[in-house]
């Protein structure tokens, strides 16, 4: 059995930092230009998992009407161990590693966390997935933090062409 410090089970409806949702419906819009100063707005849909990166303080205290998230997926056999172990040790600055879970209440694989897709998505959507969704897993404290350090270590880094 894998430790399971890493995770905290929530049977309730509260949202926090590092909370870990599945199957969430996104919708992303979609520009297509026709003519000058003309677009046309549509939009695509698709279905992943994500995982709350908006601090638990604006959420708790009301100051958010968006939820920031990012994707997260299984680590697929055909990412290969080299792949792997630069993203664990912190070398593929865009990826986060999770680790798996496999106890009495949960059965979750390591996760790959995508942290160039970040998401917005309405703070009401997220209330009824967690209602929808009562038992499921959250990161503890320290690795909540080290989600939110990698999140912000990534999105500030200085990229030159």
Known sequence: MQDESWYLHI??????????????QIVL??????????????ADSFFC???????????AQA???????CPHQPIAQNDGKYFIDEVKTGKRL??????????DK????DRLVDLSRVFLLPKNYILDLAIEQKNR????????????????????RVALP
């Open 11 to 24: 049977e309730d409806d509260s949202i926090e930092q590092g909370d870990l949702f599945l199957n969430v």
């Open 29 to 42: 819009p979609r520009y297509s230009s026709r003519e000058r100063n003309h677009y046309e707005l549509n």
């Open 49 to 59: 998992n994500i995982i709350i990166l908006t601090q638990t303080c604006d959420i």
């Open 63 to 69: 100051k958010v009407d968006t939820i920031l998230a």
């Open 94 to 103: 865009r990826y986060l590693w999770l680790k798996g879970l496999n106890d």
């Open 106 to 109: 949960a059965n979750m694989t």
């Open 137 to 156: 897993l959250r990161l503890r404290s320290p690795f909540r933090e080290h989600f939110s350090h990698s999140f912000a270590h990534f999105i500030s």
